[in-house]
Antibody
Framework: QVQLVESGGGVVQPGRSLRLSCTVS????????MHWVRQAPGKGLEWVAF????????YSADSVKGRFTISRDNSKNTLYLQMNSLRAEDTALYYC????????????WGQGTLVTVSS | QSALTQPASVSGSPGQSITITCTGT?????????VSWYQQHPGKAPKLMIY???NWPSGVSNRFSGSKSGNTASLTISGLQAEDEADYYC??????????FGGGTKLTVL
């Protein structure tokens, strides 16, 4: 079955960097666009970034633009989120999600990895 | 990009119907038929309930239905059941090639 497993979260000081990974199985990764979505503790969902199936097209939310970079390695079935210049407001559970082709939404999600930005 | 507007909470008794609204702008909800609804139980990942305004993913009960009028989309749950108690989020694709969520609605089944 479709599985998405995030990793790489942890506690990091403001201004530092962290890289999240999302390893997938159960579907043809290279055929699907992918996203990162986050949820601050006790808060709502926030879309973070999109990458096309081949990595040629990327979009990101204004709140992370210039600081976060989405990428993928189709040979490793892995999605990444490089997060630089982290701020307290980036503290959240980060989900990777599979794009539901042509439907502009997400049909499979991981369980998330928690990032805490604190000194 | 401002978040879509949802009521903070709604409630209903078992067997009743409730509707959750999601108001955006012409740049998102009103501009595309790419509104989706997610259900999220505590500690769990979101689950897709409706996509493309009115469509059900495989396995989702037809007690859940979606609609849209202008800049406002709606999710209706009929025949409320205890397991429907959860947070519900709407989301839409936008003219900026981004996605925006609503703030979420907590559904309480009385």
């Amino acid at each position: 079955q479709v599985q998405l497993v995030e990793s790489g979260g942890g506690v990091v000081q403001p201004g530092r960097s962290l890289r999240l990974s999302c390893t997938v199985s159960g579907f043809t990764f290279r055929s699907h666009a992918m996203h990162w979505v986050r949820q601050a503790p006790g808060k709502g969902l926030e879309w973070v970034a999109f990458i096309s199936y081949d990595g040629s097209t990327k979009y990101s939310a204004d709140s992370v633009k210039g600081r976060f970079t989405i990428s993928r390695d189709n040979s490793k079935n892995t999605l990444y989120l490089q997060m630089n210049s982290l701020r307290a407001e980036d503290t959240a559970l980060y989900y990777c999600a599979r794009d539901m082709s042509t439907k502009y939404t997400w049909d499979s999600w991981g369980q998330g990895t928690l990032v805490t930005v604190s000194s | 990009q401002s978040a879509l507007t949802q009521p903070a909470s709604v409630s209903g008794s078992p067997g009743q119907s409730i509707t959750i609204t999601c108001t955006g702008t012409r740049s998102d909800v009103g501009g595309y038929n790419f509104v989706s609804w997610y259900q999220q139980h505590p500690g769990k990942a979101p689950k897709l309930m409706i996509y493309g305004v009115t469509n059900w993913p495989s396995g989702v009960s037809n007690r859940f239905s979606g609609s849209k009028s202008g800049n406002t989309a709606s999710l209706t749950i009929s025949g409320l059941q205890a397991e429907d108690e959860a947070d519900y989020y709407c989301t839409s694709y936008t003219t900026s090639s981004t996605w925006v969520f609503g703030g979420g609605t907590k559904l309480t089944v009385l």
